[in-house]
């Protein structure tokens, strides 16, 4: 029986995933695999309670609906794993939240061949050329197709066939830090005093423990924007591309309740 595809996109998402963009991972949890594998991931803000409401994933959401009707009727609607994640919950057991993930849903995609990568440039998609120009946090749009996974009848896999930079956005330092548990481990380790603060620091600043110094504070100046050779211009996310915005709720007097999907009757 040939295997179902169903074509999607995403609009206005911010990349997360660019090492193995263009290079390809040859192997999975230490194991070698067969054919290589072209990986990236975004992340888009949650304005819903559930991502199947959230009107920039509208299309995502009914390729969702579809490759289930079309591949996995024949199996319970709630043991489906789908490859959107909610980046305020733990990417697996037993690991700490991804900051950069949180207040966002998360989306990671592959294929065995080369993704075709375009960014938006005086209005125009055109072959991105230099790798330097983008950075972790940028706006982009992706596109693939969904299937039912080779390995797991219960899960769905995204391929994503092409990346096209669409805006710049605050750049995402990729990676995730150690935990305080993680770290006064490490320092016990090297036999390093850890026994911590008195209770009377646990106010924090301008209460009963330290002390906040005394004069004008001087906040923190955003840097400027530096152009890149190559790059995007501030100015061309006026010509096409999305301008970051903020996320708005929905309209209709706050979330409704995550349903989900509802499951053909």
């Avoid at 966002?104 to 592959?110: M, N, R, T, V, Y």
């Avoid at 706006?139 to 994503?160: C, E, H, P, R, T």
């Avoid at 999305?242 to 509802?262: D, I, K, L, N, R």
């Amino acid at each position: 029986m040939p295997r179902t595809y169903v074509s999607t996109s995403i609009m206005n998402a911010r990349v997360t995933g660019l090492r193995n963009l263009w290079e390809p991972s040859r192997e999975f949890r230490g194991q070698a695999t067969q054919k290589p594998n072209y990986l990236t991931s975004v992340i888009i803000k949650k304005t819903a309670a559930h991502w199947s409401q959230e009107p920039v994933l509208a299309d995502f959401a009914k390729a969702c609906m579809e490759i289930y009707n079309k591949a996995m009727s024949h199996i319970p609607f709630e043991r489906v794993t789908w490859p959107i994640k909610d980046g305020d919950l733990p990417p697996e057991p037993g690991r700490p939240v991804i900051e950069w993930a949180r207040g966002h849903w998360f989306l990671s995609g592959s294929s065995t061949t080369p993704i075709n990568v375009e960014m938006i440039q005086a209005g125009q998609a055109v072959k991105l050329m230099n790798r330097s120009s983008v950075k972790p946090g940028d706006y982009v749009a992706i596109s693939g197709a969904l299937a039912v996974k080779q390995n797991d009848q219960f899960g769905v896999k995204m391929y994503v066939n092409n990346v096209l930079f669409m805006a710049p956005g605050e750049e995402i330092a990729i990676g995730n830090s150690e935990t305080g548990a993680q770290m006064m481990a490490k320092a016990q380790a090297q036999g390093l005093n850890v026994s911590g603060f008195s209770p009377a620091h646990a106010g924090g600043f301008g209460g009963s423990g330290f002390q906040q110094p005394a004069g004008n504070v001087v906040p923190f100046q955003q840097p400027p924007v530096v152009d890149r050779a190559g790059g995007f211009q501030p100015q061309q996310t006026q010509q096409g591309g999305f301008a970051p915005a903020p996320a708005q709720p929905p309209g209709q007097g706050g979330f409704g309740p995550p349903p989900g999907f509802s499951p053909p009757r």
